[in-house]
Every structure is written in C-alpha cells, then in structure tokens.
C-alpha cells in the first residue's frame, strides 16, 4: 500500500486529535455518551432543572427514551427530549435529595441503539431547606400581658405616689417662706 504525502498528513492530524482527546479512538462506537451535564457521579444542587447528554455522533431524533429516577422511584423528567446533532438535552424537576438514576436509550443516526446509565447525587432537599428556617419568634412588643396582679400593684404605687405628692404641697404651702420678707 503506498501512502501519499497527504495521507501522511491526514493520518498525523487523526492520531494528533486522537491523543488530544485522550481517548481510545476504537473505544468510541457508534453513537457511545462522550460527556454529560450531570457528569456521572457528580453531585448537584436541588435547582439543577436539566440533564444534558453528548453522544460521539448524531442521534435519530424522536428515537430518544431517557428516565432520571429519585431515590424514591419517580421519573422526575419534566418533558419531552429535545436532541440537536449529538446533544440530546431534557428537562428535569428535581425534589428529593440524594442519588438519582438516569437512563437512557437512543439510536445513532447510522441505526445503532446505544442503552446507558449513570447517577447523580443531590443535595438540598425540601426538608433541608425547613430546618433553616428559623423556629417561629415571637414578634416584638406581642409578649404576654401581664397578670392582673401587677395592674393591681401598679396602680396601688401610682396611688400612693399621687397621695404623697398632694401630702408634700400641702405642706409646703402652710410652711412659712424663709428668706422672703
Ligand atoms: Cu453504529
């Protein structure tokens, strides 16, 4: 087999990239998952509202099936797949904390079915969130009233100051001025 100067070339560039890419280029076949937004095994937040997956070629759009499963069983998928060239992106609605379970099936636009799995854990759950909810305080100047008792007392000292007063003036008043003549 002869090779020309291009082929060369052309065979350098393929393994440049292929080295580049740090991948096994026979690894990838058909249409296998090359990336993912959650990666496999990554751990997200409550808000995360879609799931991404790349595939190393394009799929056969309407061909896609995908389930993120809760820990508690329930497909938290929130519509139907939209699938652009390799991506395929769904959205999800996420309310439970912990490891969740996608998986998927789509064909490859040569035909090939690709079936595949991987989890995620989230973190931040409704019952999180209502712990950091402080526990109801008691909103100022609402305390309790004070009981009778203390009306009594306190109207029984303002009585008896108002009576010392009086005392005081009246006093004060039948006194002599001294030092005025
Ligand atoms: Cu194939």
């Known amino acids: 087999m002869t090779t020309t100067p291009r082929a060369r070339l052309l065979a350098g560039v393929l393994l440049l990239a292929a080295l580049l890419l740090g991948v096994a280029a026979p690894a990838l076949a058909h249409s296998d998952l090359v990336g993912s937004t959650p990666r496999d095994g990554d751990a997200v937040l409550i808000g995360t509202d879609r799931l991404v997956l790349v595939f190393a070629d394009d799929l056969l759009p309407g061909s896609e099936q995908v389930v993120v499963q809760d820990p508690a069983g329930a497909d938290v998928v929130a519509g139907p797949a939209s699938v652009t060239g390799e991506t395929l992106e769904v959205r999800i609605d996420l309310t439970r904390s912990g490891r969740h379970l996608a998986t998927y099936r789509v ?16 973190a931040g759950s409704g019952a999180v969130r209502s712990a950091v909810v402080p526990v ?18 306190g109207a029984a000292v303002v009585s008896g100051v108002v009576l010392l007063v009086r005392q005081r003036v009246g006093r004060a008043r039948d006194r002599p001025v001294v030092g005025q003549e």
């Open 107 to 122: 064909l490859s636009a040569d035909g090939h079915a690709v079936v595949g799995e991987l989890t995620f854990d989230v």
């Open 136 to 153: 109801a305080t008691e909103p100022p100047g609402d305390g309790p009233l004070p009981p009778p008792v203390w009306w009594l007392v």
